[in-house]
């Protein structure tokens, strides 16, 4: 009950610090709202537990490493992923908690099973999660995954929507079909008591709207896609008893109605807003364009996740 109590008031505090509001909202201020506001939640009761040592294990892509461009445009690690940041909620109320990150920039579901991009001991990260869940039965407490946007990442650059749509389309399948084997793997290893929860996807596509006509179809398109894309994800995390972290709805990714003013770009419907204040999609070069997340759009993926935790 008390942990429980300790994460509903570190969401609801993230919560009203990650809002976006039709008043000018600019990151700095964004980020300086949701750091007073961890600070506040932070002091919220801890759950006394004894220092028995448990694990959180992040699996996933860049996002589960928190990439972020660095000032030269180069896509690096940072300790300011989701992971990180859902770690330091959790280790309030379970000071023995480690966090454990597998992770891969660039991963995708055939590389997540058959390895390809990192370099791992038991030759991909899916064996190495195996390996590392049956060195610490019992011992594991949570399990986080995001994996499947770099899927169909290599049709989305298509020039003509149309090809977008068809290519996207065809790899559904194939992703699907992996992400069963991942999460049948993963379960089988884990045991039916591990929380595990994934992740569904924002859509940094969005950022196209701000390119005229051609650019608000491209990004309505888009968002039509990975509405069912996540629907498909979303199914397979749920059947292997895992929750879902709404990263899509944190992102306000399907509200084109509302209307957000973004100082330096102007008013935007409120999901192009998210992602341009969320991401480095709107940056200008060198670090941007860029779909990973900044800081506090780490931050709102971890209260997804904190959010699907406590519910």
Same mark, same amino acid.
């Given at each position: @009950?008390?942990?429980?109590?300790?994460?509903?008031?570190?969401?609801?505090?993230?919560?009203?610090?990650?809002?976006?509001? /039709?008043?000018?909202?600019?990151?700095?201020?964004? #980020?300086?709202?949701?750091?007073?506001?961890?600070?506040?939640?932070?002091?919220?009761?801890?759950?006394?537990?004894?220092?028995?040592?448990?694990?959180?294990?992040?699996?996933?892509?860049? $996002?589960?490493?928190?990439?972020?461009?660095?000032?030269?445009?180069?896509?690096?690690?940072?300790?300011?992923?989701?992971?990180?940041? $859902?770690? #330091?909620?959790?280790?309030?109320?379970?000071?023995?908690?480690?966090?454990?990150?597998?992770?891969?920039?660039?991963?995708?579901?055939?590389? @997540? +099973?058959?390895?390809?991009?990192?370099?791992?001991? #038991?030759?991909?990260?899916?064996?190495?999660?195996?390996?590392?869940?049956? #060195?610490?039965?019992? %011992?594991?407490?949570? +399990? /986080? *995954?995001? *994996? &499947?946007?770099?899927?169909?990442?290599?049709?989305?650059?298509?020039?003509?929507?149309?090809?977008?749509?068809?290519?996207? /389309?065809?790899?559904?399948?194939?992703?699907?079909?992996?992400?069963?084997? +991942? @999460?049948?793997?993963?379960?089988?290893?884990? &045991?039916? %008591?591990? !929380?595990?929860?994934? @992740?569904?996807?924002?859509?940094?596509?969005?950022?196209?709207?701000?390119?005229?006509?051609?650019?608000?179809?491209?990004?309505? $398109?888009?968002?039509?896609?990975?509405?069912?894309?996540?629907?498909?994800?979303?199914?397979?995390?749920?059947?292997?008893?895992?929750?879902?972290?709404?990263?899509?709805?944190? =992102?306000?990714? &399907?509200?084109? /109605?509302? %209307?957000? !003013?973004?100082?330096?770009?102007?008013?935007?419907?409120?999901?192009?807003?998210?992602?341009?204040?969320?991401?480095?999609?709107?940056?200008?070069?060198?670090?941007?364009?860029?779909?990973?997340?900044?800081?506090?759009?780490?931050?709102? *993926?971890?209260?997804? =996740?904190?959010?699907?935790?406590?519910?």
């Amino acid at each position: @009950m008390r942990r429980t109590a300790t994460l509903a008031a570190l969401a609801t505090a993230v919560v009203a610090a990650t809002t976006l509001t /039709t008043a000018a909202t600019t990151p700095a201020s964004t #980020a300086a709202t949701a750091t007073a506001t961890l600070a506040s939640a932070a002091r919220a009761p801890a759950r006394h537990t004894s220092p028995r040592t448990s694990y959180y294990l992040a699996l996933g892509d860049s $996002l589960s490493r928190g990439v972020q461009p660095d000032p030269a445009g180069a896509s690096l690690p940072t300790q300011q992923g989701y992971p990180n940041q $859902l770690y #330091a909620a959790l280790h309030l109320g379970d000071p023995g908690l480690r966090l454990v990150k597998l992770g891969c920039s660039g991963e995708t579901t055939h590389t @997540m +099973i058959d390895g390809g991009i990192c370099s791992y001991p #038991a030759g991909s990260q899916l064996a190495e999660a195996v390996r590392f869940l049956r #060195a610490h039965r019992g %011992q594991v407490s949570l +399990i /986080t *995954i995001d *994996i &499947g946007a770099n899927d169909p990442d290599s049709c989305i650059s298509r020039p003509s929507i149309g090809a977008v749509a068809s290519c996207v /389309t065809k790899s559904f399948p194939e992703t699907v079909a992996n992400l069963t084997k +991942i @999460m049948s793997t993963i379960r089988g290893a884990a &045991g039916r %008591q591990v !929380r595990i929860i994934g @992740m569904n996807y924002y859509v940094p596509a969005l950022a196209e709207w701000r390119n005229g006509f051609a650019g608000q179809e491209l990004a309505r $398109l888009s968002e039509r896609l990975v509405v069912v894309y996540n629907g498909l994800l979303d199914s397979v995390y749920q059947q292997f008893g895992a929750r879902v972290a709404n990263v899509f709805g944190a =992102f306000h990714s &399907g509200d084109f /109605t509302d %209307q957000v !003013r973004v100082p330096g770009i102007g008013t935007l419907p409120r999901n192009v807003a998210a992602v341009c204040l969320w991401t480095w999609e709107c940056a200008p070069a060198p670090r941007g364009p860029n779909e990973h997340a900044r800081a506090i759009g780490y931050g709102v *993926i971890a209260l997804a =996740f904190l959010l699907a935790d406590v519910g």
